[in-house]
């Protein structure tokens, strides 16, 4: 599974403490795979050393990562989770689409460089990806040590008992006028989900 939600039939079935388990391993699952598939991309990028990074070069990658382009009726569509260049004011992103994505947001996206011309520096691509060269290998680990089931249910537990008193703590204030809490900074709960 490429996202971190949860089924519906998954919400209902699962403990709290196992919807947390749940959605922290497909958290480290993706972080894990696009770490992957960045270090694919720089690999396959290092050909084109001191190049333009151009259309051509992009659909040679999306074969590679076995994306191609869909041929229709109406000429070549992108793949769901294919690879376009995004331009964005002054900076050149190499960006992968995610059509899974529920707030339709792009998914891996590699900032190339800032400059109109395109070219390839693996370098500067380093440099400018700090977040998937070294913040994403301290996230798996982070989110790896957490992978600990005792520590969900007390997580959960707790969750729980504070949802509980603040309904509670909810309930006792509907018994005041407002006026009166809002001038001594006491304000409802709420509760999101």
Aim: net charge positive; with cysteine.
């Amino acid at each position: 599974m490429n996202f971190n939600h949860l089924t519906i039939k998954e919400s209902n079935d699962l403990s709290l403490a196992k919807q947390i388990e749940t959605v922290t391993l497909r958290h480290i699952e993706v972080l894990e795979n696009d770490l992957k598939e960045f270090n694919f991309i720089i690999d396959f990028l290092k050909q084109y050393e001191n190049k333009k990074i151009d259309k051509r070069k992009v659909e040679k990658l999306n074969v590679l990562l076995d994306r191609p382009d869909h041929k229709t009726e109406y000429g070549n569509c992108l793949n769901p989770k294919g690879y376009f260049i995004r331009e964005s004011g002054n900076m050149i992103y190499l960006t992968r689409l995610d059509y899974c994505n529920s707030d339709c947001k792009y998914g891996l996206s590699i900032l190339i460089g800032y400059d109109k011309n395109k070219v390839i520096n693996i370098k500067n691509i380093l440099e400018y990806n700090t977040c998937y060269s070294s913040n994403y290998q301290k996230l798996i680990s982070k989110a790896s040590i957490q992978v600990n089931y005792r520590k969900y249910r007390k997580l959960a537990k707790y969750f729980n008992d504070i949802n509980n008193m603040m309904y509670e703590y909810n309930k006792l204030l509907d018994e005041y006028p407002n006026n009166i809490l809002d001038e001594i900074g006491i304000k409802k709960y709420r509760h999101y989900d």
